[in-house]
C-alpha cells in the first residue's frame, strides 16, 4: 500500500490520541453497562467483561500499534470499521487518501 501524504500523516498524527481515547471511552462504558445490570449473574457478567476486553485489546492493538506512515490507510481503515474517527476528521483527509480508504472498506 502507498504511503498517504506528509500532510495526511501529520494530521493522523495529530488527531490520534483523540480517536484512541474516544474508542477507549465506547469499550469502557459497554463494559459498565455489564457492570451495572450484573446483579444475580456477576459470574457470567465477568465472563463476558472478560470477552469482551479480550477481544477489544486485539481491536486496539490492530487498529492503533505500529502505526506509520506505510501502514496509515490500513490504520484509517480500522478506525472507520470501528466507527471512531467522525466523519468529519475523515474529512479532513486529501481526496486521495479518502478515496483509498473508501475504496477498501466498500471491499
Known amino acids: 500500500m502507498r504511503q498517504i501524504k506528509e500532510s495526511d500523516w501529520k494530521y493522523l498524527r495529530k ?4 480517536i484512541i481515547n474516544r474508542h477507549c471511552d465506547a469499550i469502557l462504558e459497554a463494559l459498565e453497562l455489564f457492570i451495572k ?7 457470567q457478567t465477568y465472563l463476558q467483561i472478560y470477552s ?7 481491536e ?10 506505510s ?3 490500513e490504520k484509517i481503515c ?30
Open 78 to 107: 480500522h478506525m472507520r470499521r470501528h466507527l471512531a474517527m467522525t466523519d468529519e476528521e475523515f474529512s479532513r483527509f486529501s481526496d486521495e487518501t479518502k478515496d483509498n480508504v473508501n475504496r477498501i472498506l466498500d471491499l
Open 15 to 18: 488527531i490520534k490520541d483523540i
Open 52 to 58: 469482551l476486553v479480550e477481544r477489544k485489546d486485539k
Open 71 to 73: 501502514n496509515a490507510i
Open 37 to 43: 445490570n450484573r446483579e444475580g449473574a456477576e459470574h
Open 60 to 69: 486496539i492493538a490492530i487498529t492503533y500499534n505500529d502505526l506509520k506512515r
